[in-house]
């Protein structure tokens, strides 16, 4: 899964617009007071985390984009890939 494909799957879920933030893909605007994101880190890492009162929260790194997005989509609607 890819994150065009992990964005399909929130969507298919049933998973609010503002609930969720994918770099590149989903950012919603104006930006949401907070939100669940999946973003690309300096090292090239796929960090999965929260934005709340101003500040990201990472909860976890994946180095494969695949692993950052099945983790927001167990996060935001807890389903795990087929």
Do not use: N
């Amino acid at each position: 899964m890819d994150v065009h494909e992990l964005r399909a799957a929130l969507r298919a879920a049933g998973v609010p617009d503002g609930y969720y933030w994918i770099e590149g893909v989903h950012e919603p605007a104006p930006t949401p007071p907070d939100f669940a994101y999946l973003r690309k880190d300096r090292d090239g890492a796929w960090e999965t985390g929260t934005y709340e009162r101003g500040q990201h929260h990472a909860l976890g790194r994946d180095t494969d984009e695949a692993e950052g997005c099945a983790r927001l989509l167990r996060l935001l609607s807890g389903r795990s890939l087929p």
